[in-house]
């Protein structure tokens, strides 16, 4: 005998609601495993995070640093720095401490500085050519004085070129949409695991959601010049570019091992790389027979290169690879 049709309209309702309820759990997961990861986030790495201060009166320059030492070494923007030579610390714990400037870097606008003290907290460093777009990132800083604000958001943009408060162009910079202000500067924007993979400089007004971050790596490879000598000194060629992949045939024909290269996105005027005859275009594979597979690659290799000696840059263009001599000058206003 055929059960009431109410039966089935019955167990046709429950199947919905179970769906509807399984929806749901499934959306506040998500929602719990997100704010999970932020929470975590902020926990680890908002005490390294601190208030910067320096100057006085109406010359005082207000930013962020990122603690990365027990004993006190702190990452920040070169234009939070500007030319004192001593700083003003603020823990999330509420303790005050002096810092004296060690080392600046105007070409990626990045300083070093030590506090006063030890067993401070600190932030451990990541790699940022491992980030990927659509990454979550988290931003800490102490915008307009609100210390230990933490935001959230994605990478919109990796590869990205900035001009640096010197007016120096800075390569491979991360852009983001979590959201920044001023005093953001020289904080710090971190993975989901807490780690710091780039330092937050600038934002684009009156846009929202672009922001931008010097990577974590750039930083790394100028430490210990900064720190032992408080300058970088760097050789010149005069290009700007970005980290790509080489096409595996282009590869395979010219007997290259390495997966990236270097994307010539502008050759300033009168530089050693125009006079060599480089070109907006061209692909930089290797610079003084190292294998140049990444922006970071260029600068480290720039960095041990000496001015005025020759050296011989290889590069693909329209299918071909090509060598070229050039002489590198001394960084312009270093």
């Known amino acids: 005998m055929d059960k009431p049709p109410h039966f089935i309209s019955t167990r046709v309702d429950l199947g919905g609601q179970r769906e509807e309820r399984k929806a749901e759990r499934e959306e506040r997961e998500a929602l719990d495993a997100y704010s999970n990861v932020v929470v975590r986030t902020a926990e680890r790495l908002t005490p390294a995070v601190v208030h910067v201060r320096g100057g006085k009166g109406a010359r005082e320059a207000v930013g962020s640093g990122v603690l990365f030492t027990p004993d006190g070494f702190l990452l920040t923007n070169y234009h939070v720095v500007g030319s004192n030579k001593s700083l003003r610390l603020r823990l999330t714990d509420g303790r005050e401490t002096e810092a004296r400037v060690i080392g600046t870097d105007p070409w990626n606008d990045l ?129 700007h570019g970005r980290t790509v992949p080489l096409a595996r045939f282009l590869a395979r024909t010219f007997g290259l091992t390495q997966e990236g290269g270097v994307e010539v996105l502008t050759v300033e005027t009168e530089s050693p790389a125009q006079g060599a005859g480089l070109r907006a275009g061209d692909i930089i594979v290797s610079l003084r027979d190292r294998p140049t597979a990444s922006i970071e690659d260029l600068q480290r290799q720039l960095l041990e290169a000496a001015v005025g000696t020759r050296a011989e840059v290889s590069l693909l263009r329209e299918g071909q690879l090509l060598r070229f001599t050039i002489v590198p000058g001394e960084s312009p206003g270093v």
């Open 111 to 239: 300083a070093v500085a030590q506090a006063d003290g030890d067993g401070f907290p600190y932030a451990e460093l990541g790699q940022s050519s491992r980030v990927r777009v659509g990454q979550l990132v988290v931003a800490i800083g102490s915008p307009l004085g609100f210390d230990a604000t933490v935001t959230a958001g994605v990478v919109s943009a990796v590869g990205r070129t900035m001009r640096s408060a010197d007016g120096h162009l800075v390569d491979n910079v991360i852009q983001t949409d979590a959201p920044l202000n001023p005093g953001n500067s020289g904080g710090a924007l971190a993975d989901g695991r807490g780690r710091v993979i780039g330092i937050n400089t600038a934002i684009v007004y009156p846009a929202q959601g672009l922001c931008f971050a010097i990577p974590i790596d750039v930083a790394k490879s100028i430490l210990l010049p900064l720190m032992r000598e408080g300058h970088v000194a760097r050789a010149y060629v005069g290009v």
